[in-house]
């Protein structure tokens, strides 16, 4: 399958431990914010969203943060499990606009 | 519950030749669609978006084009591919209305040699 990943930060955690992955934004207008993850060879999976009203949102096993005033989003995941390893991409969505802008992704690789 | 659909999955193209690869969606009406190309340890780029049926935006000029003959359908065409064209091309939805999350297909890995 497609290898995704090749170029892009690699963060490394231990199986059981905690992993926060990181992404700036760009756009202070933006008011919608996406986690996905993509394993080898497929398409991205929604994980957990959030808007700019709000700075916390938890799902099962994540938690997704949102600093605005630093235009800073992470991804919390608790007890990361092999299964988690994959890229990380945030995405923002422009206020107004049906565009949806990627950051450049992380690697999490969970080490056992 | 909806289901995106693109096929083919994988593709081999000479240099020169067309494209034309499919994305339909099921159990939506109205969905706005989505054309990404993702290259190799790299992220997504948009290439076309689309709000209903013969509306098209581009957002990156090339020889790539996109169209929408029915309601759930988005075909990305090209008519003389290049090598850059090669990459991990994804379609994606999302629901008309207030609703935000955009949802991907499986992809197609297109390699032109």
Known sequence: GESVGLHLPTLSVQEGDNSIINCAYSNSASDYFIWYKQESGKGPQFIIDIRSNMDKRQGQRVTVLLNKTVKHLSLQIAATQPGDSAVYFCAERRAGTYKYIFGTGTRLKVLA | ?113
Do not use: M
């Not at chain 2, 957002?59 to 090209?78: G, H």
């Not at chain 2, 008519?79 to 991907?104: E, H, I, M, R």
């Open chain 2, 1 to 113: 519950s909806q289901t995106i659909h693109q096929w083919p999955a994988t593709l081999v193209q000479p240099v020169g030749s067309p494209l034309s690869l499919e994305c339909t969606v099921e159990g939506t009406s109205n969905p706005n669609l989505y054309w990404y190309r993702q290259a190799a340890g790299r992220g997504l780029q948009l290439l076309f978006y689309s709000v209903g049926i013969g509306q098209i935006s581009s957002e990156v000029p090339q020889n790539l084009s996109a169209s929408r003959p029915q309601d759930r359908q988005f075909i990305l065409s090209s008519k003389k591919l290049l090598l850059s064209d090669s990459g991990f091309y994804l379609c994606a939805w999302k629901a008309s209305g207030v609703t935000d999350t955009q949802y991907f297909g499986p992809g197609t890995r297109l390699t032109v040699l």
